[in-house]
């Protein structure tokens, strides 16, 4: 990642950067195909661990959505290690599933 002031890893007040960073501050954007890719977690973390960061990424984006987007906006939902095959969600059950 290059250094960017609209994405706050150029900034006079580093003390807060690096502090919003350790906190988990996470940036995401979709690319021109509509596709989002997002890290949720680590192979450290437990199972409830990334379920409830899944959870927080689904909601936010969710939250997110462009104000132009009509319809459903996720249609489907991967997700997959870094070298490794990419495996279906099923939307609706994480929208519905508790924490």
Not at 4 to 18: E, F, L, S
Not at 53 to 76: E, M, Q, R
Request: proline residues 4%; hydrophobic residues 40%.
């Amino acid at each position: 990642m290059m250094p960017n002031p609209k994405t706050g890893t150029v900034t006079v007040d580093v003390a807060t950067a690096i502090k919003e960073l350790k906190g988990g501050k996470v940036e995401y954007r979709a690319d021109k195909t509509g596709i989002v890719h997002v890290r949720f977690g680590k192979i450290s973390f437990s199972e409830g661990q990334l379920l409830e960061n899944l959870k927080a990424v689904a909601s936010s984006i969710d939250t997110n959505k462009p104000s132009g987007a009509k319809g459903v906006y996720w249609k489907t939902a991967y997700i997959c290690s870094s070298m490794g095959p990419a495996v279906r969600l099923n939307v609706s059950a994480l929208r519905d599933m508790k924490v």
